[in-house]
């Protein structure tokens, strides 16, 4: 697509912007890491578990700069972005350790910066400072809307409201749809309306029955400020794909806040923030698909495609390729490794890698190497043999020991949020494959009783810790060692 006037005026800011960092990096080598995720991934306890393990010394075996000893000592420092609030690590981690509760999920930017004294193997004394952005990836799957019209928008966004589970969930919004005139003179009732009813077909989406991830435009489910704004009061029209929007219609309107939308919220979010990054994870719960069934689980592989996507765009300017750093690291985790056995965990890995191996291959000009990992930033559970009948071995199961949080249900049983449980969660398939071969490949949520799901994960408070304070204990983990290694450990060296 050629570039219009504010394409060449955000181009150049976005360069100018790279200009600046890239004088910074020079005196003051800087990793600014972007953490992301969809909704209810994990990314605050990712982070927090991050800061916490480097700044208190964690149990990190795989991440070779600490377990060394070549990490002198990790701390904070106040952030360099004015305008972006700070990322509250002390609360959150108060919130895990002393309340054993899990933080609220990200609905804006945060940052925090994290400066890193180490060792070289050479002996030489190094600092390196990582900016920490942490943002919500409903924001990231914004980006591809930059290079889309509202009519091509419209159409993909209709297509797939069509398709699978979503068609009974977008009904209400369908019926008005089909009773708008959209090059009929524009009307603010009939946007405020379709607006809403877009926004609750997003809304029932992403409930966890159906845990559909690809929803944009994000801001339609974390408004925040611009709630009611008419650069939020804007839905897809049945309009042909390459047609012409009559002056002062409901096409037109709606296109314009299209537009606006993106100028508003998408472009200052790529400029000031994503063209910055140098790495970046992409936090997944894959388990939340699971428990939902394969539609929500083909839905994840199809966000996941848009994702990767998303690193392609702004690449072709010569000033970005010779000021800035580029991403060069991707790293996408299956959270919520606890919930299985670790018998089961390098098959999670395995159904993400499979679930991106094909965005990865149209992502190869990204330039960025891209690696996969099953962990849990916090580990809620502990591993246990539990034996059914005493007399046959053979029904010892590989169970997990936890906390189910207040209100859980399992066999009948709704759990306080007070009484540890052992339960069996099932194993994945030795071969991904099989879980995307068709949609009658397992039963979910949405298409089943809670105990005739093949899948049915609990979810967990956080773990009881002795300890004497915040610093004093090391958070459990699985696999954040891994990768962190991959993330920063070649910056350590």
């Avoid at 953490?35 to 991050?50: E, P, Q």
């Avoid at 795989?62 to 305008?83: K, T």
């Amino acid at each position: 697509m050629a570039f219009d006037f504010s394409d060449m005026v955000e181009e150049a800011r976005i360069s100018a912007r790279a200009l600046r960092d890239f004088s910074e990096h020079l005196f003051n080598p800087t990793l600014r890491l972007g953490i992301t995720g969809l909704s209810r991934a994990g990314k605050t306890v990712f982070i927090t578990a991050l800061i916490h393990g480097l700044t208190r010394g964690g149990r990190f075996p795989v991440f070779e700069p600490l377990a060394s000893g070549r990490i002198a000592r990790a701390r904070l420092e106040p952030q360099p972005d004015d305008a972006v609030p700070r990322f509250d690590y002390e609360r959150h981690l108060h919130t895990l350790i002393d309340e054993r509760a899990w933080p609220n999920s990200t609905v804006d930017i945060s940052e925090l910066r994290l400066v890193i004294d180490y060792q070289r193997p050479n002996g030489a004394e190094r600092t390196l400072t990582l900016d920490i952005v942490d943002y919500p990836g409903e924001w990231l799957l914004d980006l591809p809307l930059l290079n889309k019209t509202y009519e091509q928008w419209s159409s993909e966004s209709l297509a797939l409201s069509r398709g699978g589970a979503r068609s009974s969930l977008a009904a209400p919004w369908h019926a008005y749809v089909s009773g708008l005139n959209a090059e009929g003179p524009m009307d603010e009732q009939a946007a405020l309306m379709s607006a809403k009813l877009f926004t609750d077909y997003l809304r029932a989406c992403r409930d966890e029955r159906f845990a559909m991830s690809l929803l944009p435009p994000g801001r339609f489910l974390m408004p925040g400020s611009l709630a009611g704004s008419p650069a939020l009061t804007f839905a897809p029209l049945d309009v042909p794909e390459h047609g012409n929007a009559p002056d002062g219609s409901l096409w037109a309107m709606m296109r314009r806040r299209y537009q606006s939308y993106k100028d508003v919220v998408v472009r200052p979010f790529f400029r000031d923030h994503f063209a910055r990054l140098d790495r970046q994870v992409v936090l997944v719960d894959a388990l939340a698909a699971f428990n939902s069934g394969p539609n929500a689980l083909f839905d994840l592989e199809a966000a996941l495609a848009g994702i990767l996507d998303c690193f392609r765009i702004g690449r072709g300017s010569f000033l970005n390729a010779l000021f800035r750093p580029r991403i060069d690291r991707i790293l996408f985790a299956a959270t919520k490794a606890d919930h299985l056995h670790h018998s089961s965990h390098d098959r999670l890995e395995a159904v993400l890698r499979r679930a991106v191996a094909s965005a990865v291959m149209r992502a190869e000009d990204t330039g960025a190497t891209i690696d996969v990992v099953a962990l849990a930033a916090v580990r809620a559970t502990r591993e246990a043999q539990v034996t059914r009948d005493a007399t046959r071995d053979r029904d010892s199961l590989p169970s997990i020991l936890g906390t189910p949080i207040t209100g859980e249900i399992a066999d009948g049983e709704t759990f306080d949020g007070n009484t540890e449980v052992a339960t069996f969660p099932g194993e994945l398939p030795e071969d991904p494959q099989v879980l995307f071969e068709s949609e009658t490949a397992f039963s979910g949520l949405a298409s089943a009783r809670a105990d005739k799901a093949d899948f049915r994960f609990l979810r967990f408070r956080p773990p009881h810790l002795a300890q004497d304070s915040a610093d004093a204990v090391a958070l459990p983990h699985i696999r954040l060692d891994r990768a962190m290694q991959f993330l920063i450990g070649d910056k350590l060296q």
